[in-house]
């Protein structure tokens, strides 16, 4: 109706005051956007990158694994469970893989570390770290092939390079001591020190056999999903379909509670920053509309004259903040577009300032090129809160607008 | 004794004020702005309210606009004692019953001369046809044909005290409060101001209480309510 025409007038009439009111609004969206995203970029790469070394987003593993890892525990018919939940809603790729502790040797030393053996045909660079960061030699082609591939520092520590043998020792299903040898074919450099100086990725067949297991047994299955953010939801779901009371099925945040921990703790930190942000925000609109108030107090006092209901005078002013709060948030869209699709698709390279380092956090490697993320429910909480934000402070302004007490702004002249 | 005032069926009046003061208290000050005041103001009227400035003749319209209440007295309006009625009520009773004109500055500014005029037509919720109609009468009658776009940056004092004029009438008020609307604008201008007023009140029956310290002005109304330190000084009927 016509009071939001007059309404958007009035915001009108300071232009000036209105821009810069409505860039500040623009910037609380910039400056969210990229909170948030990067964050959740962020979040994103540190998740996916620790499933990748492990469990996966979702994990199918023997009942009691997680609190104590034994590889005499272990998952039956692992081949048509992996099968099943490889075709399920949401669902990227499902890895059958054996983890367990072992040491590794040569004639020279003998160095403590972790074993992950692995079916090839079932892993991906994009699922498996391992993979993905080989620098030398290659990976091993099917899981009954044999071959070693091991971190680089650790070859260093044992004297290795590819081609020489490796001898590792480990416990088998029945609690026994076993040694076998293997040929390192490739390596690789996470860039992560434990990853680095003591991992091992071997061929499934090789360990199955080495430890006693069927061929259709194995620790668990990794699960990676095409959205991370639904793991526990995925979760939920998988665990209303398979309720085999052997068979655990985790979340990320379960399986990698250190991770988890880290990432609550840093979010929450997050939104105390954006809450300071929006507090900065809200001061300058709520300062602005009180001045646009107080300096029309006349004018106000003449529409409760003839005839305006304070209560309507009340709703006049919040749809000028109604008006501003949009105006924010288109200019906040306008300059927010261009930095997130800069940020999506060049995003920011540090990688020439952190040099050959390599920079972890929780034993996670992070990707030196920063970009942001932002999925539509982000876009629409940001823009709502920070158009909620407006109205809200709105409110006093417009209250003090109808409270004008039309003789005192009358008597002005 | 005021009650049966009131209600006594053989006055025509739209204003009745009875025993009406108000003190305004600044700090330990007390400031007596209208003393112990009774007016009647009968339908149709032209009447002036004159005295020196700060004599409280502005007070004097704003509480019969219910805008300022009065410390002891009641004001009636067509009979409602003001003081009965919630906020809602009044200001519905401000928009619907009562035109108001200002000494200056009475037009929203972000709204043209039209739009003014239309106001209080869309806020009694009159249908957009009737509207125009309505207003585009109202500003002939003003003589503001040509100027319906205008913002009122866009015009003189005294074509925007038209328009405030036609804001006022165009919803068929029982009355029209003027505080000081030519004092403002140069005498010429106040003349034709007044002839436009005037000429409502025979025309129409729009019954008019304007205030003003101006003689050439009070000269023209009907009655003329003189007034100092917030009493009435003399009440007179011009011939
Ligand atoms: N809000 C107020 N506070 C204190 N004194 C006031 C206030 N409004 C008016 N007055 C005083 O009341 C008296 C009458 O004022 P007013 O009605 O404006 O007179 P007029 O309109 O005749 O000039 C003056 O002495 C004025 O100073
Ligand atoms: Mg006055």
Redesign the pocket.
């Known amino acids: 109706m016509q009071m939001w025409n007059i309404a958007w007038r009035n915001v009108w009439r300071r232009r000036r005051r209105t821009l810069i009111t409505g860039f500040s609004i623009g910037f609380g969206v910039l400056l969210a956007a990229i909170f948030t995203g990067m964050a959740i970029y962020m979040y994103g790469n540190m998740i996916n990158a620790s499933a990748a070394t492990g469990f996966g987003h979702v994990t199918f593993e023997p009942i009691g694994y997680s609190k104590a890892p034994a590889l005499d525990k272990r998952l039956s018919r692992v081949d048509t469970l992996r099968e099943q939940i490889v075709h399920e809603n949401g669902v990227d790729a499902a890895m059958e893989r054996i983890m367990g502790q072992a040491m590794f040797a040569t004639a020279s030393k003998t160095v403590g570390g972790m074993f992950l053996a692995i079916n090839p045909q079932h892993e991906s660079a994009e699922y498996n770290l391992l993979i993905r960061s080989l620098v030398e030699g290659k990976v091993f082609s099917d899981k009954n092939a044999g071959g070693v591939v091991i971190g680089k520092r650790l070859a260093e520590k044992l004297n290795l390079r590819i081609g020489k043998k490796l001898v590792y020792t480990t416990t088998d299903v029945n609690g026994e001591i076993v040694s076998e040898i293997a040929r390192v074919s490739g390596l690789f450099v996470t860039g992560v020190d434990e990853i680095d100086g003591g991992m091992a990725l071997f061929p499934l067949r090789q360990i199955q056999h080495v430890l006693g297991y069927h061929a259709d047994e194995a620790t668990l299955i990794a699960v990676m999903l095409r959205q991370q953010r639904h793991a526990e939801s995925s979760r939920d779901v998988f665990r209303q379909k398979y309720h085999d009371p052997s068979i655990e099925i985790l979340s990320w945040q379960q399986t990698q509670p250190d991770l988890a921990g880290m990432i609550t703790i840093d979010a929450a930190s997050n939104y105390v920053m954006q809450f300071l942000i929006a507090l900065l925000i809200a001061a300058g609109i709520l300062n602005t509309m009180l001045m646009s108030v107080l300096e029309r107090t006349r004018e106000f006092g003449v529409m409760l004259a003839i005839g305006l209901s304070p209560k309507r005078l009340f709703w006049l002013v919040m749809a000028e903040s109604y008006w501003m709060a949009l105006i924010g948030l288109v200019i906040g869209i306008v300059i927010t577009s261009p930095f997130y699709w800069y940020f999506d698709v060049y995003g920011l390279d540090f990688s020439s300032l952190l040099g050959d380092e390599s920079y972890t956090v929780s034993n996670v490697l992070i990707d030196p090129v920063i970009r942001m993320k932002l999925h539509v429910i982000h876009v629409i909480a940001i823009l709502s809160a920070v158009f909620g934000l407006a109205l809200l402070s709105g409110i006093y302004p417009a209250w003090r607008a109808g409270r004008v007490p039309p003789v005192?702004s009358l008597?002005t002249i | 004794m005021s009650q049966a005032l009131a209600n006594d069926p053989k006055r025509e009046d739209i204003v009745r004020l009875v025993d009406v003061s108000k003190i305004?208290r600044?700090g330990k000050i007390e400031?007596r702005?209208v003393d112990n005041l009774s007016l009647e103001i009968d339908t149709g009227d032209f009447c002036a309210l004159c005295?020196p400035?700060?004599?409280?003749?502005?007070?004097v319209l704003n509480m019969i606009g219910g805008l300022d209440i009065p410390t002891h007295g009641q004001v009636f309006l067509e009979r409602r004692d003001l003081a009965s009625l919630s906020r809602g009520e009044v200001a519905a009773i401000r928009r619907d019953r009562i035109g108001f004109v200002f000494q200056a500055y009475n037009l929203i500014p972000v709204m043209t001369a039209y739009e003014n005029a239309e106001f209080v037509l869309k806020l009694q919720g009159v249908s957009a046809v009737e509207c125009h109609t309505r207003v585009m009468t109202i500003l002939k009658e003003v003589g503001l044909v040509g100027l319906e776009h205008r913002r009122p940056d866009e015009m003189s004092g005294g074509q925007q005290q038209r328009v405030a004029i036609a804001r006022a009438i165009v919803t068929r008020p029982a009355i029209v409060l003027a505080d000081e609307p030519t004092a403002n604008v140069d005498s010429a201008t106040a003349d034709s101001l007044l002839d436009l007023m005037q000429k409502l009140n025979r025309q129409d029956g729009i019954t008019f209480l304007f205030?003003t310290h101006d003689k050439r002005v009070m000269d023209r109304a009907r009655r003329i309510v003189r007034m100092r330190d917030g009493r009435i000084e003399s009440d007179e009927v011009q011939g």
């Open positions: 005192e008597r | 305004y600044q400031v702005a005295g400035s700060g004599s409280g003749k502005t007070t205030s």
